[in-house]
């Protein structure tokens, strides 16, 4: 059974930065796709971005060159290094995970194992 913990978020002014993390307990497998989503109440679930065990990753625009995802596979965590953020990347931010078999590793695929998320504001 794997169960993932977010920490890390926070409020922050306009400019700032926060790092989320996700830690995992019990074991996704040596091959993961591993996801940072984000939803605002009324919104839809937005994926940002994805890594594989690879170290292959994605990024949606939004987020692209002020957003950096990371894993530290000896402590099981992955990690979302936020900079640069502005109001509009208020929301409630969850990682996600799933075992991969190569190929695809997008927001739209299908993951298995989500955390509770963690809040992050940012005020102008």
């Known amino acids: 059974q794997v169960r993932l913990t977010e920490s890390g978020g926070g409020s922050v002014q306009d400019g700032g930065s926060l790092r989320l993390s996700c830690t995992a307990s019990?074991?996704?497998?040596?091959?993961?796709?591993m996801a940072w989503f984000r939803q605002v109440p009324g919104k839809g679930r937005e994926g940002l971005t994805t890594i594989n065990s690879d170290g292959g990753t994605t990024y949606t625009d939004s987020v692209k060159g002020r957003f950096t995802i990371s894993r530290d596979d000896a402590k099981n965590t992955l990690y979302l290094q936020m900079n640069d953020l502005k109001s509009e990347d208020t929301a409630m931010y969850y990682c996600a995970a799933r075992r991969w078999g190569g190929g695809w590793c997008a927001t739209d695929s299908a993951f298995g194992w989500w955390g509770q998320g963690t809040q992050v504001t940012v005020s102008s």
């Open positions: 019990g074991s996704i497998g040596s091959s993961y796709c």
